[in-house]
Protein backbone atom coordinates (compact mmCIF):
# COMPACT_ATOMS: atom_id res chain seq x y z
CA UNK A 1 0.00 0.00 0.00
CA UNK A 2 1.47 3.42 -1.10
CA UNK A 3 1.31 6.29 0.91
CA UNK A 4 -1.24 8.02 -1.33
CA UNK A 5 -3.75 4.97 -0.17
CA UNK A 6 -3.17 5.23 3.00
CA UNK A 7 -4.08 8.92 3.61
CA UNK A 8 -7.36 8.05 1.30
CA UNK A 9 -7.93 4.90 4.03
CA UNK A 10 -6.93 7.22 6.90
CA UNK A 11 -9.11 10.10 5.74
CA UNK A 12 -12.20 7.70 5.46
CA UNK A 13 -11.64 6.78 8.45
CA UNK A 14 -11.45 9.88 9.84
CA UNK A 15 -14.91 11.10 8.25
CA UNK A 16 -16.77 7.79 9.38
CA UNK A 17 -15.84 8.42 12.72
CA UNK A 18 -17.13 12.24 12.48
CA UNK A 19 -20.19 10.90 11.27
CA UNK A 20 -20.21 8.28 14.10
CA UNK A 21 -19.38 10.91 16.77
CA UNK A 22 -22.11 13.52 14.92
CA UNK A 23 -24.95 10.57 15.50
CA UNK A 24 -23.28 10.13 18.78
CA UNK A 25 -24.19 13.89 19.73
CA UNK A 26 -27.37 13.92 18.30
CA UNK A 27 -28.60 10.84 19.71
CA UNK A 28 -27.48 12.35 23.20
CA UNK A 29 -28.75 15.64 22.56
CA UNK A 30 -32.31 14.18 21.81
CA UNK A 31 -31.90 12.06 24.97
CA UNK A 32 -31.73 15.32 27.30
CA UNK A 33 -34.07 16.74 25.17
CA UNK A 34 -36.59 14.21 25.67
CA UNK A 35 -35.62 14.29 29.78
CA UNK A 36 -35.93 18.39 29.90
CA UNK A 37 -39.24 17.96 27.73
CA UNK A 38 -40.61 15.41 29.95
CA UNK A 39 -39.58 17.03 33.45
CA UNK A 40 -41.15 20.51 31.92
CA UNK A 41 -44.25 18.94 31.65
CA UNK A 42 -44.01 17.06 35.03
CA UNK A 43 -43.15 20.70 35.99
CA UNK A 44 -46.13 21.98 34.37
CA UNK A 45 -48.42 19.36 35.90
CA UNK A 46 -47.17 19.96 39.50
CA UNK A 47 -47.58 23.90 39.06
CA UNK A 48 -50.94 23.51 37.81
CA UNK A 49 -52.11 20.95 40.31
CA UNK A 50 -50.42 23.55 43.29
CA UNK A 51 -51.77 26.52 41.99
CA UNK A 52 -54.87 24.92 41.70
CA UNK A 53 -55.15 23.71 44.74
CA UNK A 54 -53.23 25.37 47.54
CA UNK A 55 -55.80 27.34 48.41
CA UNK A 56 -58.28 24.87 49.52
CA UNK A 57 -56.03 24.59 52.75
CA UNK A 58 -58.02 27.74 54.04
CA UNK A 59 -61.46 28.39 54.40
CA UNK A 60 -62.94 31.95 54.98
CA UNK A 61 -65.32 31.91 57.94
CA UNK A 62 -67.66 34.42 59.02
CA UNK A 63 -68.11 35.76 62.80
CA UNK A 64 -71.40 36.05 64.05
CA UNK A 65 -72.71 36.89 67.65
CA UNK A 66 -75.29 33.80 67.94
CA UNK A 67 -77.78 33.93 71.18
CA UNK A 68 -78.19 30.67 72.29
CA UNK A 69 -81.87 31.83 73.26
CA UNK A 70 -83.29 28.94 75.61
CA UNK A 71 -87.34 29.50 74.15
CA UNK A 72 -85.48 27.54 70.52
CA UNK A 73 -83.01 25.33 72.42
CA UNK A 74 -84.82 23.81 75.15
CA UNK A 75 -88.19 25.99 76.25
CA UNK A 76 -89.29 23.16 78.47
CA UNK A 77 -85.79 23.43 80.69
CA UNK A 78 -85.65 19.74 80.34
CA UNK A 79 -82.17 19.58 80.09
CA UNK A 80 -82.32 16.54 78.10
CA UNK A 81 -79.83 16.25 74.79
CA UNK A 82 -82.59 14.95 72.62
CA UNK A 83 -84.58 18.00 72.45
CA UNK A 84 -81.26 19.98 72.29
CA UNK A 85 -80.19 17.67 68.76
CA UNK A 86 -83.74 18.72 67.16
CA UNK A 87 -84.04 22.42 68.12
CA UNK A 88 -83.64 25.07 65.49
CA UNK A 89 -80.53 26.20 65.10
CA UNK A 90 -80.17 27.58 61.85
CA UNK A 91 -82.86 29.77 62.58
CA UNK A 92 -80.57 31.24 65.39
CA UNK A 93 -77.86 31.65 62.49
CA UNK A 94 -80.40 33.80 60.81
CA UNK A 95 -81.48 36.00 63.79
CA UNK A 96 -78.21 36.54 63.72
CA UNK A 97 -77.86 37.72 60.44
CA UNK A 98 -81.12 39.73 60.23
CA UNK A 99 -79.64 41.88 63.30
CA UNK A 100 -76.32 42.54 61.71
CA UNK A 101 -78.27 43.57 58.66
CA UNK A 102 -81.48 44.78 59.84
CA UNK A 103 -81.86 46.91 56.64
CA UNK A 104 -82.31 43.61 54.47
CA UNK A 105 -86.47 43.07 54.24
CA UNK A 106 -87.58 41.44 50.74
CA UNK A 107 -87.48 38.06 50.63
CA UNK A 108 -85.12 37.23 47.86
CA UNK A 109 -82.55 39.11 49.69
CA UNK A 110 -83.32 37.51 53.00
CA UNK A 111 -82.58 34.73 50.94
CA UNK A 112 -79.31 35.38 49.88
CA UNK A 113 -78.28 36.78 53.08
CA UNK A 114 -78.73 33.78 54.90
CA UNK A 115 -76.28 32.26 51.97
CA UNK A 116 -73.66 34.35 53.31
CA UNK A 117 -72.71 31.08 56.13
CA UNK A 118 -72.44 27.65 55.15
CA UNK A 119 -75.70 25.43 55.66
CA UNK A 120 -73.34 23.06 58.06
CA UNK A 121 -73.28 26.32 60.77
CA UNK A 122 -76.37 24.83 62.46
CA UNK A 123 -74.52 21.45 63.12
CA UNK A 124 -71.90 23.56 64.72
CA UNK A 125 -73.54 25.23 67.13
CA UNK A 126 -75.72 22.10 68.46
CA UNK A 127 -72.63 20.42 68.68
CA UNK A 128 -71.38 23.54 70.92
CA UNK A 129 -74.50 23.53 72.79
CA UNK A 130 -74.33 19.02 72.85
CA UNK A 131 -71.05 19.57 74.44
CA UNK A 132 -71.76 22.38 76.70
CA UNK A 133 -74.89 22.80 77.34
CA UNK A 134 -74.06 25.50 80.18
CA UNK A 135 -73.98 27.78 76.96
CA UNK A 136 -77.83 27.95 76.86
CA UNK A 137 -79.15 31.50 77.26
CA UNK A 138 -75.92 33.38 76.25
CA UNK A 139 -74.63 35.08 73.45
CA UNK A 140 -71.57 33.87 71.93
CA UNK A 141 -69.41 35.15 69.44
CA UNK A 142 -69.22 32.46 67.30
CA UNK A 143 -66.78 31.58 63.71
CA UNK A 144 -68.90 29.58 61.10
CA UNK A 145 -67.35 28.39 57.94
CA UNK A 146 -68.82 30.76 54.73
CA UNK A 147 -70.46 29.37 52.21
CA UNK A 148 -68.96 28.02 48.80
CA UNK A 149 -69.33 30.97 46.74
CA UNK A 150 -68.33 33.44 49.17
CA UNK A 151 -65.29 31.45 49.93
CA UNK A 152 -64.24 31.65 46.43
CA UNK A 153 -64.79 35.53 46.38
CA UNK A 154 -62.97 36.05 48.96
CA UNK A 155 -60.28 33.42 47.75
CA UNK A 156 -60.50 35.47 44.02
CA UNK A 157 -61.42 32.72 41.88
CA UNK A 158 -64.77 33.90 41.29
CA UNK A 159 -65.69 38.07 40.81
CA UNK A 160 -68.97 39.64 41.09
CA UNK A 161 -70.29 40.27 37.93
CA UNK A 162 -67.99 37.81 35.97
CA UNK A 163 -68.93 34.49 34.44
CA UNK A 164 -69.20 32.37 37.48
CA UNK A 165 -69.78 35.03 40.07
CA UNK A 166 -73.44 35.36 38.93
CA UNK A 167 -74.72 34.16 42.68
CA UNK A 168 -72.24 36.96 44.07
CA UNK A 169 -75.15 40.43 43.61
CA UNK A 170 -74.13 43.74 44.20
CA UNK A 171 -76.60 43.95 47.71
CA UNK A 172 -74.57 40.91 48.23
CA UNK A 173 -71.18 42.42 47.85
CA UNK A 174 -72.01 45.20 49.31
CA UNK A 175 -72.46 42.79 52.84
CA UNK A 176 -69.20 41.11 52.50
CA UNK A 177 -67.24 44.37 52.29
CA UNK A 178 -68.99 45.63 55.35
CA UNK A 179 -68.17 42.18 57.30
CA UNK A 180 -64.81 42.77 55.83
CA UNK A 181 -64.41 46.16 57.35
CA UNK A 182 -65.63 45.18 60.71
CA UNK A 183 -63.19 42.16 60.74
CA UNK A 184 -65.94 39.79 60.67
CA UNK A 185 -64.55 37.70 57.98
CA UNK A 186 -61.47 35.84 58.10
CA UNK A 187 -59.35 33.31 56.41
CA UNK A 188 -58.49 30.42 58.65
CA UNK A 189 -56.58 27.02 58.23
CA UNK A 190 -59.44 24.55 56.72
CA UNK A 191 -59.09 21.56 59.33
CA UNK A 192 -62.46 20.28 58.11
CA UNK A 193 -60.49 19.00 54.82
CA UNK A 194 -58.76 16.89 56.93
CA UNK A 195 -61.26 16.01 59.73
CA UNK A 196 -64.43 15.75 58.12
CA UNK A 197 -65.94 12.97 55.24
CA UNK A 198 -67.69 13.62 51.87
CA UNK A 199 -70.04 16.54 51.88
CA UNK A 200 -72.24 17.75 49.49
CA UNK A 201 -71.86 21.09 50.41
CA UNK A 202 -68.23 22.07 49.43
CA UNK A 203 -66.99 23.84 52.59
CA UNK A 204 -68.11 21.30 54.49
CA UNK A 205 -66.69 18.44 52.70
CA UNK A 206 -62.92 16.92 54.11
CA UNK A 207 -60.91 13.62 52.92
CA UNK A 208 -60.41 12.23 56.43
CA UNK A 209 -63.17 9.22 55.31
CA UNK A 210 -61.68 8.66 52.48
CA UNK A 211 -58.13 8.37 54.19
CA UNK A 212 -59.72 5.88 56.56
CA UNK A 213 -61.17 4.25 53.79
CA UNK A 214 -57.81 4.12 51.63
CA UNK A 215 -56.15 2.91 55.22
CA UNK A 216 -58.24 0.06 55.64
CA UNK A 217 -57.82 -1.23 51.79
CA UNK A 218 -54.13 -0.93 51.87
CA UNK A 219 -54.31 -2.73 55.45
CA UNK A 220 -55.75 -5.61 54.01
CA UNK A 221 -54.13 -5.79 50.81
CA UNK A 222 -50.63 -6.02 52.77
CA UNK A 223 -51.76 -8.48 55.26
CA UNK A 224 -52.95 -10.66 52.24
CA UNK A 225 -50.57 -9.78 49.33
CA UNK A 226 -46.95 -9.90 51.11
CA UNK A 227 -47.50 -13.13 52.57
CA UNK A 228 -48.48 -14.90 49.93
CA UNK A 229 -46.54 -13.34 47.27
CA UNK A 230 -43.40 -14.27 49.20
CA UNK A 231 -44.17 -17.52 49.94
CA UNK A 232 -45.14 -18.14 45.93
CA UNK A 233 -41.68 -16.70 45.10
CA UNK A 234 -39.80 -18.95 47.73
CA UNK A 235 -41.55 -22.06 46.63
CA UNK A 236 -41.16 -20.64 42.59
CA UNK A 237 -37.36 -20.16 43.31
CA UNK A 238 -36.48 -22.40 45.34
CA UNK A 239 -38.31 -25.78 45.71
CA UNK A 240 -40.72 -25.98 42.51
CA UNK A 241 -39.29 -28.90 39.81
CA UNK A 242 -38.44 -27.34 36.63
CA UNK A 243 -41.04 -28.47 34.46
CA UNK A 244 -44.01 -27.54 32.27
CA UNK A 245 -46.19 -26.91 34.70
CA UNK A 246 -44.05 -24.46 36.57
CA UNK A 247 -43.26 -22.48 33.07
CA UNK A 248 -47.15 -22.18 32.43
CA UNK A 249 -47.15 -20.70 35.99
CA UNK A 250 -44.42 -18.65 35.62
CA UNK A 251 -45.43 -17.18 32.49
CA UNK A 252 -49.26 -16.60 33.77
CA UNK A 253 -47.97 -14.71 37.10
CA UNK A 254 -45.70 -12.44 34.65
CA UNK A 255 -48.76 -11.91 32.37
CA UNK A 256 -50.99 -10.95 35.16
CA UNK A 257 -48.76 -8.37 36.03
CA UNK A 258 -49.93 -6.50 32.32
CA UNK A 259 -53.67 -7.07 32.96
CA UNK A 260 -55.52 -4.07 33.01
CA UNK A 261 -56.98 -3.04 36.13
CA UNK A 262 -60.25 -2.56 35.63
CA UNK A 263 -60.50 -7.03 34.50
CA UNK A 264 -59.15 -7.09 38.50
CA UNK A 265 -62.00 -4.90 39.17
CA UNK A 266 -64.66 -7.31 37.06
CA UNK A 267 -63.16 -10.28 38.94
CA UNK A 268 -64.24 -8.82 42.17
CA UNK A 269 -67.43 -8.06 40.68
CA UNK A 270 -68.28 -11.61 39.58
CA UNK A 271 -66.50 -13.18 42.59
CA UNK A 272 -66.45 -11.39 45.75
CA UNK A 273 -69.91 -9.32 45.28
CA UNK A 274 -72.23 -11.35 43.29
CA UNK A 275 -71.30 -15.49 44.25
CA UNK A 276 -69.81 -15.13 47.76
CA UNK A 277 -71.91 -11.92 48.73
CA UNK A 278 -69.53 -9.50 50.97
CA UNK A 279 -70.73 -5.76 51.16
CA UNK A 280 -70.41 -3.82 48.48
CA UNK A 281 -68.55 -0.31 48.73
CA UNK A 282 -66.45 -2.27 51.93
CA UNK A 283 -62.79 -1.96 52.44
CA UNK A 284 -62.61 -5.95 52.51
CA UNK A 285 -63.58 -6.13 49.20
CA UNK A 286 -61.48 -3.39 47.90
CA UNK A 287 -58.22 -4.85 49.83
CA UNK A 288 -59.31 -8.27 47.74
CA UNK A 289 -58.76 -7.46 44.45
CA UNK A 290 -56.08 -5.13 44.70
CA UNK A 291 -54.72 -8.08 46.20
CA UNK A 292 -55.11 -10.04 43.45
CA UNK A 293 -53.56 -6.96 41.49
CA UNK A 294 -50.43 -6.45 43.42
CA UNK A 295 -49.39 -10.46 43.93
CA UNK A 296 -48.09 -10.35 40.35
CA UNK A 297 -45.94 -7.23 40.97
CA UNK A 298 -44.54 -8.46 44.80
CA UNK A 299 -43.84 -12.58 43.05
CA UNK A 300 -41.65 -10.95 40.31
CA UNK A 301 -39.77 -8.54 42.43
CA UNK A 302 -39.16 -11.30 45.08
CA UNK A 303 -37.92 -13.87 43.08
CA UNK A 304 -35.56 -11.57 41.74
CA UNK A 305 -34.15 -10.61 45.03
CA UNK A 306 -33.93 -14.42 45.58
CA UNK A 307 -32.31 -14.75 42.54
CA UNK A 308 -30.00 -11.72 43.75
CA UNK A 309 -28.37 -13.68 46.79
CA UNK A 310 -25.12 -15.61 45.58
CA UNK A 311 -25.56 -19.39 45.39
CA UNK A 312 -22.63 -19.75 47.85
CA UNK A 313 -24.67 -18.86 50.77
CA UNK A 314 -26.95 -21.58 50.55
CA UNK A 315 -24.05 -23.90 49.66
CA UNK A 316 -22.08 -22.45 52.86
CA UNK A 317 -25.92 -23.16 54.72
CA UNK A 318 -25.95 -27.02 53.27
CA UNK A 319 -22.43 -27.72 53.57
CA UNK A 320 -22.43 -26.96 57.51
CA UNK A 321 -25.63 -29.56 57.83
CA UNK A 322 -28.78 -26.98 57.05
CA UNK A 323 -31.73 -28.72 55.53
CA UNK A 324 -33.14 -27.59 52.34
CA UNK A 325 -35.73 -25.34 54.63
CA UNK A 326 -33.51 -23.96 57.08
CA UNK A 327 -31.22 -22.55 54.28
CA UNK A 328 -33.80 -21.10 52.82
CA UNK A 329 -35.23 -19.54 55.95
CA UNK A 330 -32.65 -18.94 57.95
CA UNK A 331 -29.82 -17.89 55.43
CA UNK A 332 -31.57 -16.72 51.91
CA UNK A 333 -34.64 -15.04 52.81
CA UNK A 334 -33.12 -12.79 55.27
CA UNK A 335 -30.82 -11.78 53.06
CA UNK A 336 -33.66 -10.82 50.06
CA UNK A 337 -35.75 -9.23 52.36
CA UNK A 338 -35.17 -6.31 51.13
CA UNK A 339 -35.57 -6.24 47.90
CA UNK A 340 -39.04 -8.40 48.53
CA UNK A 341 -39.58 -4.90 51.15
CA UNK A 342 -39.01 -2.64 48.32
CA UNK A 343 -41.48 -4.55 45.74
CA UNK A 344 -43.99 -4.64 48.06
CA UNK A 345 -44.04 -0.91 49.10
CA UNK A 346 -44.03 -0.34 45.08
CA UNK A 347 -47.04 -2.78 44.44
CA UNK A 348 -48.84 -0.91 47.54
CA UNK A 349 -48.02 2.63 46.31
CA UNK A 350 -49.50 1.42 42.53
CA UNK A 351 -52.71 -0.38 44.48
CA UNK A 352 -53.41 3.61 46.30
CA UNK A 353 -53.69 4.95 43.19
CA UNK A 354 -55.84 2.52 41.67
CA UNK A 355 -59.88 3.87 40.93
CA UNK A 356 -61.22 1.70 38.16
CA UNK A 357 -61.12 -2.08 39.96
CA UNK A 358 -62.61 -0.10 43.03
CA UNK A 359 -65.15 1.78 40.82
CA UNK A 360 -65.94 -1.36 39.49
CA UNK A 361 -66.99 -2.88 43.16
CA UNK A 362 -68.67 -0.05 44.26
CA UNK A 363 -66.46 1.95 46.18
CA UNK A 364 -67.91 4.83 43.83
CA UNK A 365 -70.88 6.07 46.59
CA UNK A 366 -71.62 8.25 47.95
CA UNK A 367 -70.21 8.16 51.56
CA UNK A 368 -70.54 10.46 54.65
CA UNK A 369 -69.82 8.67 57.42
CA UNK A 370 -66.02 7.51 58.88
CA UNK A 371 -65.81 3.37 58.29
CA UNK A 372 -64.77 1.83 61.58
CA UNK A 373 -63.50 -1.55 60.20
CA UNK A 374 -63.42 -3.46 57.05
CA UNK A 375 -66.82 -4.70 56.41
CA UNK A 376 -68.04 -0.30 56.38
CA UNK A 377 -69.02 1.26 53.69
CA UNK A 378 -66.10 3.20 52.74
CA UNK A 379 -64.60 5.24 49.52
CA UNK A 380 -60.98 5.62 49.10
CA UNK A 381 -58.53 8.74 47.95
CA UNK A 382 -58.24 8.32 44.38
CA UNK A 383 -62.52 7.63 44.13
CA UNK A 384 -62.58 10.60 46.32
CA UNK A 385 -60.82 12.59 43.68
CA UNK A 386 -62.74 11.22 40.80
CA UNK A 387 -66.26 12.11 42.83
CA UNK A 388 -64.91 15.45 43.60
CA UNK A 389 -63.43 16.51 39.72
CA UNK A 390 -67.12 15.56 38.62
CA UNK A 391 -68.60 17.82 40.68
CA UNK A 392 -69.80 21.23 38.72
CA UNK A 393 -69.20 23.63 41.91
CA UNK A 394 -66.03 25.77 41.80
CA UNK A 395 -64.96 24.78 45.35
CA UNK A 396 -65.24 21.02 44.21
CA UNK A 397 -62.11 21.47 41.82
CA UNK A 398 -60.22 23.48 44.56
CA UNK A 399 -60.84 20.69 46.64
CA UNK A 400 -59.79 17.92 43.72
CA UNK A 401 -56.05 19.44 43.46
CA UNK A 402 -55.97 19.48 47.39
CA UNK A 403 -56.46 15.88 47.32
CA UNK A 404 -54.73 15.27 44.35
CA UNK A 405 -51.87 17.28 46.19
CA UNK A 406 -51.98 15.01 49.53
CA UNK A 407 -52.46 11.74 47.36
CA UNK A 408 -48.92 12.63 45.42
CA UNK A 409 -47.21 13.47 48.70
CA UNK A 410 -48.58 9.55 50.01
CA UNK A 411 -47.11 7.90 47.15
CA UNK A 412 -44.03 9.51 47.26
CA UNK A 413 -43.48 8.92 51.22
CA UNK A 414 -43.93 5.17 49.95
CA UNK A 415 -41.67 5.60 47.15
CA UNK A 416 -39.07 7.06 48.94
CA UNK A 417 -39.68 4.43 51.85
CA UNK A 418 -39.04 1.61 49.74
CA UNK A 419 -35.59 3.89 48.60
CA UNK A 420 -34.21 4.13 52.10
CA UNK A 421 -35.08 0.46 53.09
CA UNK A 422 -33.09 -0.72 49.92
CA UNK A 423 -30.76 1.67 51.01
CA UNK A 424 -30.62 0.62 54.68
CA UNK A 425 -30.69 -3.26 54.14
CA UNK A 426 -28.99 -3.76 51.09
CA UNK A 427 -25.87 -5.89 51.02
CA UNK A 428 -23.16 -6.36 48.45
CA UNK A 429 -20.75 -9.56 48.13
Not at 301 to 309: G, N, Y
Request: aromatic share 10%; proline share 5%; net charge positive.
Amino acid sequence: MNKQDHEARLNLIKSRLKIRYAKEKAFRAAGVTAILTALSMLAILFITIVGSGYSAFQQTFVRLDIHFDQEVIDPERSGDPEVFSQADFAGLVKKSLRKKFPDVRKRRQKRDLYSLVSSGASFQLRDMVMNNPGIIGSTKTVWMPADDDIDMYVKGHIKAGEKGGGRIKDYKLAWIKELSAGGAIEKRFNRTLFTSGDSREPELAGIWGAAVGSFYTMFVTLVLSFPLGVATAIYLEEFAPKNIWTDILEVNINNLAAVPSIVFGLLGLAVFLNFFGLPRSAPIVGGLVLTFMTLPTIIIASRASLLAVPPSIREGALGVGASKMQAVMHHVLPLALPGMLTGTIIGMARALGETAPLLMIGMVAFIVDIPAGIFDKATVLPVQIYLWADSPERAFMERTSAAIMILLAFLLIMNAAAVILRKRFERRW
